[in-house]
């Protein structure tokens, strides 16, 4: 009964919307955009890599960094793998629910997530926070 109480706890946290939806950060024009729940987003002009966790883009870049596998731990963190869109460059990162709405994504290990801006490589921090949004945004 206990091990059936810790699966329904777990599934409701996952469930709760927590890890779904559209995320934004202002200052670099980046969003992500994420259903951990149903794993079931497609990238835009990506459609060849199927159903996905999320992706990673930009308003001023068409590339995209695409979340290859998502494990939600507890009910305000989740551990990424993101692979870039050609597949030469990986890494690890946690995003962390810190509540109204804000979320802060850590790179850990691996690449530097990169986006270009007027022909120009622009380095995406390392910690960097965002805010749901709508996708208009």
Do not use: H
């Not at 994504?105 to 805010?131: C, D, H, M, Y």
């Amino acid at each position: 009964m206990l091990t059936a109480f810790i699966s329904l706890t777990a599934l409701a946290q996952q469930g709760d919307g927590t890890f779904k939806g559209y995320l934004y950060n202002k200052e670099y024009q980046v969003f992500l955009k994420i259903n951990f729940v149903d794993n079931n987003v497609v990238p835009n002009g990506q459609e060849l890599f199927g159903e996905l966790p999320g992706f990673f883009g930009a308003k001023r870049d068409p590339r995209q960094w695409l979340i290859t596998k998502a494990s939600v731990t507890g009910k305000k963190s989740a551990k990424l793998d993101i692979i870039n869109d050609y597949g030469s460059e990986d890494l690890t990162a946690t995003l962390s629910y810190d509540g109204n709405g804000t979320y802060t994504l850590k790179q850990e290990s691996g690449s530097r997530i990169k986006i270009a801006v007027n022909r120009k490589w622009v380095k995406i921090p390392t910690s960097l926070k965002f805010t749901r949004a709508d996708e208009k945004d």
